[in-house]
């Protein structure tokens, strides 16, 4: 069964730092490539960063020098590190396997000003 399962969401302060991670079971992202999402309130849900199986990124523009998407050597665990975090930024985060298309549960962000 393919799960992923993100966590280290939470509150903190505008400038402040936080490291979500997505866990997968049943697939690995060698070979899928993964991505983050996020959907603030009465928002949709947008791209926020992608990593292909190659290790390539790519970043929303508002993000890009802040965020940076990765992976660990088994290719099991995806990382958001999110620095210099800005209120605009709150929203929930989500996870994506970008060859099965399976979703996590999502991780809530909240940046105060």
């Known amino acids: 069964q393919v799960q992923l399962v993100e966590s280290g969401g939470g509150l903190v302060q505008a400038g402040e730092s936080l490291k979500l991670s997505c866990a997968a079971s049943?697939?690995?992202?060698?070979?899928?490539?993964m991505a983050w999402y996020r959907q603030a309130p009465g928002r949709q849900r947008e791209l926020v960063a992608i990593?292909?199986?190659?290790?390539?990124?790519n970043y929303l523009d508002s993000v890009k020098g802040r965020f940076t998407i990765s992976t660990d050597n088994a290719k099991t665990t995806a990382y958001l590190q999110m620095d210099n975090l800005k209120p605009e930024d709150t929203a929930v985060y989500y996870c994506?396997?970008?060859?099965?298309?399976?979703w996590g549960q999502g991780t809530e962000v909240i940046v105060s000003s």
């Open positions: 994506k396997d970008l060859k099965f298309g399976v």
């Open positions: 049943g697939i690995t992202f060698a070979s899928d490539g």
């Open positions: 990593i292909s199986p190659l290790s390539t990124t």
